[in-house]
């Protein structure tokens, strides 16, 4: 005669396989959980039964939900070696194969039905399976995403649709805005876990298209009429040497890079940085400056 097991003895019986051992308590509260390779689920009660909130722990009652169940038996939420339970099976996420996509989630299905157990080839989906929680340093990506920092939104004189000339200084500038200068914060979440990101320009540099560059780490100061042949009090370039006619192109290609610092902090005292390079670029056009003699 043919015997069912019920699935928490088959999924002890089948890491006990593996040569693991498995508390069989199933967990009772919403929780967050990593294994020994840093695979880290979010243990989400079923709606309704009551279940502590994103702090809460344990495996007894005192309120809490009912845990996790398949059929009406109490089965283990996590188990190490396969992953979450989804509610019918278990999901493990797992490394993109060779050659596989490396955006995006790889997860394996691992589901046991009487005492025996079937596993699913690794599956690809743009967004993690219920229950896997993206790392944080994931979660700062998505964040830094959500800024949509720029290069600098340029200011120069001379004006691009004007003409400047030799040994006249150039004025530089950035015209600030939070997605140009910042500071700018975003923060990406979902349940159990989020990070927040800030990103704060360091500096600008200047390649000025003759060979020369300018390092500014303030935004400059927007040339007004009345400065005349003054030059910038805190980003400008000297002048040219020589005029843009002497370019293959007519006109001196000016592009300006801000490097971003971005920190980003998140639960567990899980932090980071990173820096961004971003560029913006224009022309000018220098004419050589006339000598009139009589």
């Given at each position: ?88 099976c278990?999901?493990?996420?797992v ?13 394996i299905r ?18 993690p ?80 298209g ?28 000297d002048?040219?040497?020589r005029?843009?006619s ?15 610092l ?24 220098i004419?050589?400056?006339q000598?009139?003699?009589?």
């Amino acid at each position: 005669m043919l015997r069912r097991t019920p699935l928490a003895a088959a999924v002890l019986i089948l890491v006990a396989s593996m040569g693991a051992l498995l508390a069989p308590d199933p967990a009772y509260a919403d929780y967050e959980h990593c294994d020994a390779l840093g695979n880290c689920y979010w243990v989400v009660e079923q709606p309704g039964t009551g279940g502590g909130g994103n702090n809460g722990g344990g495996n007894n009652g005192g309120g809490a939900g009912k845990g996790c169940s398949y059929e009406g038996q109490p089965v283990p939420c996590v188990v190490d070696e396969l992953g979450v339970w989804d509610g019918s099976c278990y999901v493990k996420r797992v490394p993109p194969p060779p050659g596989g996509r490396t955006d995006g989630y790889w997860s394996i299905r691992t589901c046991v039905y009487g005492d025996i157990a079937s596993q699913s080839p690794a599956t690809w989906s743009p967004d993690p399976p219920a229950g896997i929680l993206p790392s944080y340093q994931e979660l700062a990506q998505r964040a830094i995403a959500e800024m949509k920092l720029d290069g600098p939104n340029i200011g120069i004189a001379p004006r691009t649709n004007g003409s400047g000339l030799v040994g006249l200084p150039i004025w530089l500038w950035n015209n600030v805005s939070p997605t140009t200068w910042g500071p700018i914060t975003r923060t990406a979440t979902v349940p159990g876990r989020s990070v927040t990101a800030t990103a704060r320009a360091q500096k600008v540099v200047w390649s000025m298209g003759d060979g020369n560059s300018v390092t500014c780490t303030k935004p400059g100061t927007p040339y007004q009429p009345s400065f005349g042949n003054r030059k910038s009090p805190d980003c400008g370039y000297d002048g040219y040497s020589r005029p843009s006619s002497t370019r293959p192109e007519g006109r001196y290609t000016v592009t300006a890079t801000t490097s971003w610092l971005i920190t980003w902090s998140g639960g567990g005292g899980n932090s980071g940085s990173q820096s961004i390079d971003l560029s913006s670029t224009t022309t000018l056009d220098i004419g050589e400056l006339q000598v009139i003699t009589s």
